[in-house]
Nanobody
Framework: QVQLVESGGGLVQPGGSLRLSCAAA?????????MGWYRQAPGKERELVAS???????NYADSVKGRFTISRDNAKDTVNLQMNSLKPEDTAVYYC??????????WGKGTLVTVSS
């Protein structure tokens, strides 16, 4: 079983910054391939925010390009999302997601990000 521990959500004013972190705690012998962040705003579907492969290839939603940066530490199985120039429309529950080369994938419980003045 893989546990994803997320941290870093909260309330921030428009234009502010937050950093989300996710640590994968696992006794699995399998290797994580891709790590990423999704978000779900009230009344909307869950959407990909950003992802990063083990080799460092990144993918971003168009709405966050140039404002968010994803990074990971392969040795520690952690992934971070640096969010700058936050907008009210970034308000959502953010979920960490990992998938293994074995094909299994896991979700975190989510952390709330609220952008409001």
């Amino acid at each position: 079983q893989v546990q994803l521990v997320e941290s870093g959500g909260g309330l921030v004013q428009p234009g502010g910054s937050l950093r989300l972190s996710c640590a994968a705690a696992s006794g699995s012998i399998f290797t994580i391939n891709r790590m990423g962040w999704y978000r779900q705003a009230p009344g909307k579907e869950r959407e990909l925010v950003a992802s990063i492969t083990r080799g460092g290839v990144t993918n971003y939603a168009d709405s966050v390009k140039g404002r968010f940066t994803i990074s990971r530490d392969n040795a520690k199985d952690t992934v971070n999302l640096q969010m700058n120039s936050l907008k009210p429309e970034d308000t959502a529950v953010y979920y960490c997601h990992v998938d293994f080369y074995s094909g299994m994938d896991y979700w975190g419980k989510g952390t709330l990000v609220t952008v409001s003045s």
